[in-house]
């Protein structure tokens, strides 16, 4: 069975950090990253890492947010810094295998002063 557990959302104030963790099992992807879901917003890509290391960042988190792959323990983090009010959402970290993709169950992340 597949499975993929996030943690480490919260309540942020802006210009801080915060560092999501998401631990798989069940199978070990190709990719892996992070996607967000802002209210009223479409689902959107944050950061992906394939598992040559290839990472793919979304214009908005570039230079801010730092996606690293553990693929020894099957785990990814996403370390942001510097959020601002517009990285309110829920993270969902997912993993992608022969082109069928898998989801953990979202972490909320609100950043507010």
């Known amino acids: 069975q597949v499975q993929l557990v996030e943690s480490g959302g919260g309540l942020v104030q802006p210009g801080g950090s915060l560092r999501l963790s998401c631990a798989a099992s069940?199978?070990?992807?190709?990719?892996m990253g992070w996607y967000r879901q802002a209210p009223g917003k479409q689902r959107e890509l944050v950061a992906d890492?394939?598992?040559?290391?290839?990472?793919n960042y979304a214009g908005s988190v570039k230079g801010r947010f730092t996606v690293s792959r553990d693929s020894a323990k099957n785990t990814i983090t996403l370390q942001m810094n510097s959020l601002k009010p517009e990285d309110t959402a829920v993270y969902y970290c997912?993993?992608?295998?022969?082109?069928?993709?898998?989801w953990g169950q979202g972490t909320q992340v609100t950043v507010s002063s």
């Open positions: 997912y993993g992608s295998v022969t082109n069928i993709a898998y």
């Open positions: 069940g199978s070990i992807f190709s990719h």
């Open positions: 890492i394939n598992i040559g290391g290839t990472i």
